[in-house]
């Protein structure tokens, strides 16, 4: 074996103290870096599933719409309270719906959220003039439903465990950020 000039044969390869502090900057740059990664991949998947029901909402409400002439549109009170037993009566199956709202109003009926859970679908098709009339929800990360009664409210995009809820034209909780109240106004002296 020829040596290059000036170099001994005993220093051509890495010592066990360089190898370690390679393996320990690797194992630091990658404890920095994969929570980033993981956060990045649940927030993918909370977008996924705000976007799939954001469209399966405007299909829903397209159909009831053909079915009762907007009857949303003139209402003059909303109460942004949703009562999960009002929907228990109207629970569908994934191909229930897809009988209901394909091809005419969306090309296809998603099943499954963003974390592959299912989604429950709620649309009252046997009477679409009572008040509440459809409704989705993802159960989130954990799948646990987070209660039996939604106020309209966001939370923070962060929090993969809160339900996403959709419920006759508008969103009941979804990924937004914290509900900050307005401070109250200051009397003049």
Not at 36 to 65: H, P, Y
Not at 117 to 129: I, Q, T, V
Not at 163 to 174: P, Y
């Amino acid at each position: 074996m020829k040596t290059l000039p000036g170099v001994r044969a005993s220093e051509r390869g890495f010592t066990l103290i360089e190898l370690l502090i390679v393996i320990a900057i690797l194992g630091l740059l990658a404890s920095m870096l994969i929570p980033n990664l993981l956060d990045a991949m649940q927030k993918a998947k909370q977008k996924k599933t705000v976007a799939d029901m954001r469209i399966m909402g405007t299909a829903m409400f397209a159909w009831l719409t053909d079915q009762v002439g907007a009857a949303a549109a003139g209402a003059d009170e909303v109460d942004n309270t949703v009562e999960m037993s009002n929907y228990q009566g109207s629970v569908k199956s994934v191909d229930q719906v897809r009988g209901l709202l394909m091809p005419r109003y969306v090309q296809e009926v998603p099943r499954l959220d963003g974390w592959k859970y299912s989604y429950e679908y709620y649309l009252n098709d046997a009477e679409p003039l009572s008040r509440e009339v459809m409704m989705m929800r993802s159960r989130g990360v954990d799948n646990v439903a987070d209660a039996d009664q939604y106020q309209s409210a966001s939370f923070l995009p962060t929090d993969y465990k809160q339900d996403i809820v959709w419920a006759d034209g508008f969103f009941v909780r979804w990924p937004e950020g914290a509900n900050i109240e307005a401070p109250p106004a200051e009397e003049g002296n």
